[in-house]
């Protein structure tokens, strides 16, 4: 099972930036689709940002989308979030989530979708 390691989180002002890395362990991070998801304070665990195996398909939740860009390196073994123009409302613990697949395109939207998780990044935004 891959292994993951959220880094990047912290403090921001509203219409800041942040940029969250997620490290993969193994050798084999080519063959997994990437997501991102985030939990805010009281609320369930929700679906952010989505990437295909190549990283040619991504797919954004309404709510993030135009703000935030999701991406990866396979040579690095790494997925990137860069959220951009932050709210307050943004403010939650992000996880990054790996799925083995063999479709070069598809991607998952679903917390059930992932067998595998990181341990969570905090982003605050402040107003």
């Known amino acids: 099972q891959v292994q993951l390691v959220e880094s990047g989180g912290g403090l921001a002002q509203a219409g800041g930036s942040l940029r969250l890395s997620c490290a993969a362990s193994?050798?084999?991070?080519?063959?997994?689709?990437m997501g991102w998801f985030r939990r805010a304070p009281g609320k369930e665990r929700e679906f952010v940002a989505a990437?295909?195996?190549?990283?040619?398909?991504?797919y954004f939740a309404d709510s993030v989308k135009g703000r935030f860009t999701i991406s990866r390196d396979n040579t690095k073994n790494t997925v990137y979030l860069q959220m951009n123009s932050l709210r307050p409302e943004d403010t939650a613990v992000y996880y990054c989530?790996?799925?083995?697949?063999?479709?070069?395109?598809?991607?998952?939207?679903?917390?059930?979708?992932?067998?595998?998780w990181g341990q969570g990044a905090q982003v605050t935004v402040s107003s």
């Open positions: 193994g050798r084999t991070f080519s063959s997994y689709a």
């Open positions: 990437i295909s195996r190549s990283g040619g398909s991504t």
């Open positions: 989530a790996a799925r083995q697949t063999l479709s070069g395109s598809n991607m998952y939207t679903s917390t059930y979708d992932y067998p595998a």
